[in-house]
């Protein structure tokens, strides 16, 4: 039970690493074309905003909302 104990904690924390990757990684995209990464989707709940133009944009669904 211990040792499943530990395997599944350096899982998470592989996947906790990964997900900064990412995010890390998405948001420099964001920036190289302009824009900068919002916050979750408000409609959908899948997917982070872009902010760009005064509007956040979810890739998504499509959902365009004003600042």
């Known amino acids: 039970m211990a040792a499943q104990l530990a395997t599944l904690e350096d899982r998470l924390e592989a996947a ?3 997900q ?3 995010r890390t990684t998405v948001a420099g995209l964001a ?3 302009g824009c900068s ?3 979750q989707c ?3 709940e899948g ?3 872009f902010v760009k133009d005064g509007s956040m944009y979810c890739p ?3 959902d365009r909302e004003p600042l």
């Open 37 to 39: 990464l919002g916050c």
């Open 31 to 33: 920036r190289e074309v």
């Open 20 to 22: 900064r990757l990412l």
């Open 60 to 62: 998504r669904c499509g």
């Open 42 to 44: 408000s409609r959908c």
């Open 16 to 18: 906790e690493r990964q």
């Open 47 to 49: 997917s982070y905003t």
